[in-house]
């Protein structure tokens, strides 16, 4: 690791953001949004994150400095009313041409005939406009993460109308654009005699480019790092990784309570089996009456959660799509506990309190 960075990551209080089960490639698309538009879309800079990718999981960080410039740039704004207005409308309007764009693409894969190169002119259009679109649907949960490291809860219940507002009308649009980012993907690797699993740890710039290095994306197979540093975004793997990886864990701030305990988005009891899901591949496993036990629910689980009694999770606020979809569905849930899935485990029976934010074990398993 060289010296300037190991400085950067030094210098810096770093805060588990999310931990998700997201694809590098997805996380890269994603990384490059916040560099190319989140000060022209939101304007300020989104510089704070380190995403480490170990077994499949990404483990996402922001730096308590880098998420209070954040927050600060919202502060300083004088008529937030009258931004939250622009932004709303600026959803709505990006909203209607991605899903044109959407269609447009959908039409143009019915044809299974394509060529490489036409493969290639569809990812990069779908790359553009996920990135065209990314940073309005991110925007409430990223502000409400760095007003809350501030102190400054009082300030997301102030605005909270406007933040959930913007995540209801954009949160499932990334589900469709990921859905056919995955179908050209499978089609590129094919003509590229490269597994699905394998491109999905490509950045985009190396697919665009026709750089796929079947020896590096091994590499970040195992541990790969994405990190985004004076606006620039920049990859490690191998080696450089496992060291940043090390070091990120000794500078993270440390959970010391085995007390679940976070915050109630809709209110009741409820009783039953936990399921705790780290991975999407493993939704299916959910059974009728079980309490889901997960890091964080996405638009993707919204079908799996008919079946629960009550939703626990480790992050989240009340943007977060927990937060919407348990009071559209009318779920206990609670969220932001940060360590249930660590000590949760699948069988143990729990009793979701809703009310009070607080979760109890009846009985572990086995």
Known sequence: MEKD?????????????????????????????????????????YDCGVSIFKKGIANIYRSKEGTSLNAKGFLEIEDKKAFFERIIKET???????????????????NKELKYEELLDIFNFL????????????????????????GKQDVVLKY????????????????????????????????????????????????????????????????????????????????????????IISLEEKISSEEIKGHSVYKGK??????????????????KGEILITPMTEAFYTPYLKKVKGIITNEGGITCHAAIISREMKIPCIIGTRNATKILKTGDLVEVNAKDGIVKIIKKAG
């Open 127 to 150: 790359y553009s406009t996920f990135k065209s679109f990314w940073n309005f649907q991110f925007f409430p949960m990223g502000l409400e993460f760095s007003l809350n490291n501030i």
């Open 92 to 110: 709505e309007s990006i909203r209607e041409k991605t899903l044109e764009n959407i269609e447009i693409c959908e039409n143009r894969l019915k």
């Open 160 to 247: 909270k109308r406007y933040m959930v507002d913007i995540r209801e009308q954009s949160q499932y649009i990334t589900v469709k654009l990921e859905n056919l980012i995955d179908i050209v993907l499978k089609r590129i690797a094919r003509t590229k005699n490269l597994s699905y699993e394998l491109i999905k740890y490509a950045a985009p710039i190396e697919i665009i480019n026709n750089d796929l290095n079947k020896t590096v994306l091994n590499q970040r197979k195992e541990t790969s790092v994405q990190m985004v540093r004076n606006n620039k975004y920049l990859v490690f793997q191998g080696k450089e990784a496992k060291e940043i990886d090390n070091l």
């Open 5 to 45: 960075i190991k400085e950067y990551l030094e210098n810096q209080h770093w805060v588990k953001f999310v931990t998700r089960d997201i694809p590098f490639i997805r996380n890269s698309i994603i990384i490059n949004a916040y560099v190319e538009g989140y000060k022209k879309d939101i304007g300020w800079r």
């Open 270 to 287: 409820a009783e039953g089996i936990a399921r705790v899901i780290l991975y999407r591949r493993d939704l299916d496993k959910i059974r």
